[in-house]
Nanobody, 125 residues
Framework: QVQLVESGGGLVQAGGSLRLSCTAS????????MGWFRHVPGKEREYLAS??????????ADSVKGRFTISRDNARNAVTVPLQMNSLRPEDTAVYYC????????????????WGQGTQVTVSS
């Protein structure tokens, strides 16, 4: 099994920054793509960004391109996937989730295999 734990959420003013982190442990994640999504009640889970095992391929949704940066550190016992979020806007308010998939890139949350519990991000105007 894979365990994903997010941290770093909180309250920030519009224009500010937050750095989320995801720590993944458990079975080997070698070859897995890691990603971030967010969810607002009443809407579908929204894809934000993803990164391949070797970090050779990084992808962003248009809504966060240029403002968010995803990276990863593949340590022996755990994988860490930070998401640096800059120039935050009130519409970025959501619960943010870390996810992992053994499949190719998909922005459809249903194609992702493992999920964290989520961390709340609130951006005040």
């Amino acid at each position: 099994q894979v365990q994903l734990v997010e941290s770093g959420g909180g309250l920030v003013q519009a224009g500010g920054s937050l750095r989320l982190s995801c720590t993944a442990s458990g079975r080997t994640l070698m070859g897995f793509r890691m990603g971030w999504f967010r969810h607002v009640p009443g809407k579908e889970r929204e894809y934000l960004a993803s990164i391949t095992w070797t970090s050779s391929s990084i992808d962003y949704a248009d809504s966060v391109k240029g403002r968010f940066t995803i990276s990863r550190d593949n340590a022996r016992n755990a994988v860490t996937v930070p998401l640096q979020m800059n120039s935050l806007r009130p519409e970025d308010t959501a619960v943010y989730y870390c996810a992992a998939t053994g499949r190719s890139l998909s922005t459809d949350y249903r194609q992702w295999d493992y999920w964290g519990q989520g961390t709340q991000v609130t951006v005040s105007s």
